[in-house]
């Protein structure tokens, strides 16, 4: 067909519907969904807590009591570091302390007896002072032994190096004879690495549809490939309420019980999730969606004119498809196959249809 004359057709049809002539349209009703929709997401388990263990003592490792694999409990001793400096000076600190506490009790005792003897006039106002003041003086500096002394045990405590939390010993960093460098080692110098397995965090990076469904009820049911059979239950513990910029994802943290430790960190598996569909989810024919200028939309009728509502695809089985819109209700009629040439606010005659 010649295309000028298509063109013409197009305009005179475009003419007719402007002259407030009333195209008929068949319309279906949307139905509300109800089904659950079902997502599948890799993840993988994370320890529920871990640390990277330093020492802030400077010496010779003496004693390493744990290798990796070993289970060991809160403040339970991993390992010792001989640090002759620090022993020394907490000998040292310890006797300047019974000396400074000696001179301030000489002090004080001066002080007292001038002050006693001022009424009578025996000693003057300013020698009296003086040796008030000297007791301070005195009182003030064992105050500084004693916080050196102080500062001093405790580190010499970090020459034994202690779990922070219960775990299983995952990495060593270290040989026995090592010489640890302590508040002047670099990020390469730890000791140990920490985990607590006892529970396990599985890690999924949700997609939009997905993350935005997720409550603090949710539920997972998690498989992994080299446990053939099992199949665990994780719980929703935390998301982090944020879209990552590049990947588009939210980061979801589920928490699956491991109290026998069947379950290493690092394992990779897959997460199935059964969630009610999103608000104001329904359920109509698939030629009801079309596309205006790359916007999902479908058409209906409102007081006797068309309206387009933007929607949110979803499952589509080919000949229905789900969609997603505050806008809609179960009452809006949804035009059938909209012709390409309804514009908004167009009259139209509606026939329902059964959907």
Known sequence: MNPTIIQLSLLALTATLSAEDKVPVRTVLPIKSCTPANFELPGRTEPLESATIFTRAAGIVRERKFDIGEHVK????????????????????????????????????????????????AVSKEDSEARLSLAAESEAALQVAKAELARLEVLQKFASVRAPFEGTIAARNFERGDRMRGDSATSEGWLYKLVRLDALHFVVNATPDLALRLTPETV????????????????????????????????AEFLIANKDLLLPAGLTGLAVFSLPPAPATFTVPANTLILRQGIASVAVVRDGKVSYIEVLPGKNSGVTIEITSAALTPDSPVIVNPNALLREADPVEATAISS
């Open 220 to 251: 997972a049911k998690v498989r992994f490939g080299e446990l053939p059979g099992q199949v665990f239950t994780a719980k929703l513990a935390r998301t982090s309420r944020m879209f990552d910029a590049i990947s588009g994802t939210m980061r």
């Open 74 to 121: 809160a403040g339970e001793v991993l390992a010792v570091i001989d640090v002759p400096d620090v022993d020394r000076a907490v000998e040292a600190a310890r006797a300047s302390v019974v000396q400074v506490a000696s001179r301030a009790k000489t002090a004080r005792q001066a002080g007292e007896r001038t002050a006693a003897l001022l009424p009578t006039h």
